[in-house]
């Protein structure tokens, strides 16, 4: 079943220059009359070509599908339909450009005269062949019977006239299903043209037709890379040419002189699943003129060779890596610098990536010591190190080793497989079982001898809050790093840096991680990637559970306030601007599943309220259980009271205190035979400080009698839970005539 939503409408995005055109004409129409065929085998090569005989085809209206009472021809659920049909061209000299619009469910490749001239995102790469048989790898809703738009590819003059011919020329369509037992399937095209002069040849647009923008002033850095015409694989790197536009003005236009990189580098797509995405990552290196390593700044970031384009398609904010990378750098732990920019690849609009520093072992990074091939004894074998759990050879992940206690393959990330030497695989293999043996003792929470001793703990107490923070489906089993250094200057396990949240902050339908509650390190479900055993017996320790809840309450006030996260979400917004607008023209996404959304919107403005709103509804569920962390001592060292004052006093006196954070205080008066005489307050308050008054009434509002009586404190989570985390008590003197004087205090803990 569809779901049913607004859709948004595509600004459309054409590079060429159509200053020249006149007006818009629609050549054909979805509800033309075309030939078609349902196919059961292969469909013969040259299908969608002139030449092609159909006289054998079907014939009728489109759009051809089933399910959505938006089809011209109501065909049998199937994998895929083939259709065309033919125009005329009377003077291609006046086809200034072209736009095809693609209303479709579930993928689909269009030709003109046999030439690929625009494919869904779920398919197969452009340009390779695809069987009447495949299914796409998601599913995608149509547009235009919901009240939205279709989608729109543009071919410029040069295009044109590579692809067409004065005469009969053909437009042809193949459609695609997520599988046969889908509900539905649609089909829906439309190609128009740019006309130069006022020359009528075909018909008025469709009434929600919009005429291409011509793109040429842009808010972000505009990175241009050139490959040469070579499609840029998954592996080897190979050469291209990169320049950068970065105007101090904050306006860059694409014929700008490049002003801040302009050289050779190598590239190659980058990642597991998301290289196959129709955004794709990119690793590239600057090198030299003779292809050697160079080392150079980019937009501001430190001297390297190594760098990521990553290519934002999941996450729709185009926030949640950035945002997680910055709190990061912030809590004193390195992870990767980043800039948003907006990509030309050869000349065609990618939209918005983000140009960020790879995990390396540098000065700048992660800054340990370097490890050289010949250094396989003594102090220098010992550093540094950095691993990485991840999917076992894919990517960089072609070398390793595994756990002798539960299998875990510990990727090598630095030094890398091809370079890392027998001698230094035997030293760091005997550190991590040794840790590991640690790990499995039963007295491995020893400060002396158990993983105190081996570990930086504080790094993994923040490497895990900022992982819970974000309810990361990835963390401690997929892009997860940890290093250390030589011993003769820490040779203690470190955690991070932290790296790929485009899942997190409620991003994803899987593993409950869209849910607001709940701890991911106490979370791991048969059949999912194994977590390393120590990531939870690291949890179980009461002592470790204290410093995470020490340290987060000490960034509650600060790095991880709602105000401070929300500042950082909306100025990348504002920075990102009229970019975000080219990116959904360019890749429309918005109203759209895209693995794993966990919820769809329809616009970027929902996407952004929701990664707050999930964030806030986040922090309050961890500020509730984290305190059960927190031991009374720790509470009483925060909490303050002070009264009552005046004291004597006569009516009334006030009775103030200081909260460290949020919490439920309870307050009430007892006679010195334990009886409650009044409830003055029971109700969370926020931190800082706060006062009730007692005006010396009972419950009943009848003034009480002079004597000694006790001030009674409790403090519970804000939630008001049941547990008691920490009370005292206060004993004063009142008389008959409530002059108060003197107390004495008993602390009681519960």
């Avoid at 074998?381 to 990517?395: E, M, Q, R, S």
Wanted: proline share 5%.
């Amino acid at each position: 079943m569809k779901a049913q939503m607004l859709k948004i409408v595509f600004i459309l995005i054409i590079l060429t220059n159509l200053h020249g055109q006149n007006h818009w004409e629609t050549a054909i129409f979805a509800e033309d009359d075309w030939r078609y065929i349902v196919p059961s085998f292969a469909v013969e090569t040259g299908w969608n070509t002139i030449e092609f005989d159909v006289s054998n085809w079907d014939e009728g209206p489109g759009g051809f599908g089933y399910g959505d009472g938006d089809d011209g021809t109501i065909i049998d659920p199937a994998i895929s339909v083939y259709f065309r049909r033919n125009f005329s061209v009377s003077d291609l000299t006046k086809l200034s450009s072209a736009v095809l619009s693609a209303d479709y469910d579930d993928g689909f490749v269009a030709y003109l005269n046999g030439h690929e001239i625009g494919r869904s995102y779920n398919l197969s790469e452009p340009g390779t062949f695809v069987p009447y048989d495949e299914t796409t790898t998601y599913d995608h809703e149509a547009s235009l019977y919901n009240g939205g738009l279709p989608e729109s590819f543009i071919l410029d003059s040069l295009e044109l006239d590579s692809f067409l011919a004065n005469g009969e020329n053909v437009f042809a369509i193949q459609i695609h299903n997520v599988g046969i037992n889908s509900s539905d399937m649609s089909g829906n095209f439309y190609l128009s043209f740019g006309i130069t002069d006022d020359s009528e040849f075909y018909e008025t647009p469709p009434w929600w037709f919009q005429e291409p923008i011509i793109l040429d002033e842009f808010n972000l850095p505009i990175i241009l890379i050139d490959t040469y015409g070579v499609e840029i694989p998954n592996e080897p790197r190979i050469a291209a040419s990169m320049g950068i536009i970065n105007n101090e003005s904050g306006l860059n236009y694409i014929d700008d002189p490049f002003n801040d990189f302009d050289g050779p580098i190598t590239i190659e797509r980058r990642g597991n699943s998301s290289q196959w995405q129709g955004k794709t990552p990119y690793r590239f290196e600057t090198v030299d003129d003779e292809g050697e390593n160079s080392n150079v700044e980019l937009l501001g970031m430190p001297a390297e060779n190594d760098w990521v384009l990553y290519a934002p398609w999941q996450d729709k904010t185009m926030i949640r890596n950035v945002l997680t990378y910055q709190l990061s750098n912030e809590m004193g732990r390195y992870a990767s610098r980043s800039r948003h920019v907006e990509l030309y690849l050869n000349d065609e609009y990618r939209g918005i990536y983000v140009l960020m520093e790879k995990i390396k072992r540098d000065g700048n990074r992660v800054d340990i010591s370097k490890l050289n091939p010949d250094e396989i004894t003594g102090d220098d074998v010992t550093g540094g190190y950095i691993l990485k759990f991840d999917w076992f050879y894919t990517g960089d992940n072609i070398g390793g080793f595994e756990s002798e206690f539960d299998g875990m393959i510990y990727n090598y990330h630095y030094p890398k497989p091809s370079d890392i030497v027998p001698e230094q695989e035997a030293y760091i293999e005997e550190y991590i079982n040794g840790f590991e043996t640690i790990m499995m003792g039963t007295d491995y929470t020893n400060d002396s001898t158990g993983y105190p001793s081996i570990m930086n703990v504080e790094s993994f107490v923040d490497f895990i809050l900022l992982q819970e923070l974000a309810k990361n489906v990835d963390a401690y089993r997929l892009s997860t790093y940890i290093y250390k250094d030589k011993e003769s200057i820490d040779n203690r396990l470190t955690a991070g840096p932290v790296w790929d949240f485009n899942h997190g902050f409620g991003n994803c339908d899987y593993g409950e991680t869209w849910e607001v509650d709940n701890w991911l390190l106490e979370y791991n479900p048969e059949g999912g990637d194994q977590v390393a055993f120590w990531w939870e017996l690291l949890w179980e320790d009461l002592a470790f559970q204290h410093k995470a809840a020490v340290r987060y309450t000490e960034l509650r006030q600060t790095i991880f306030s709602e105000e401070h996260i929300y500042s950082i979400i909306d100025s990348i917004a504002d920075y990102l601007g009229p970019a975000v607008d080219r990116n959904f023209a360019r890749w429309p996404l918005l109203g759209n599943y895209i693995w794993p959304n966990y919820y769809v919107f329809d616009t970027y403005e929902e996407e952004i309220d929701y990664l707050k709103s999930w964030t806030a509804q986040r922090l309050a569920w961890m500020d509730s259980d984290i305190l059960l962390s927190l031991d009374p001592s720790t509470i009483a060292a925060g909490f303050t009271l002070n009264g009552p004052f005046p004291n004597p006093f006569n009516p009334s006196t006030v009775i103030s205190y200081e909260l460290p954070y949020d919490l439920n205080i309870e307050i009430n008066i007892f006679n010195l035979l334990g009886r409650k005489v009044r409830s003055l307050l029971n109700e969370t308050r926020p931190a800082g400080q706060g006062s009730t008054i007692w005006d010396g009434k009972t419950e009943n509002g009848h003034l009480a009698s002079g004597g000694v009586y006790f001030i009674s404190i409790q403090l519970r989570g804000p939630s008001n839970e049941s547990n008691i985390f920490y009370q005292e008590t206060k004993k004063v003197l009142l008389f008959m005539s409530f002059i108060m004087y003197g107390h004495d205090m008993c602390v009681d803990i519960l």
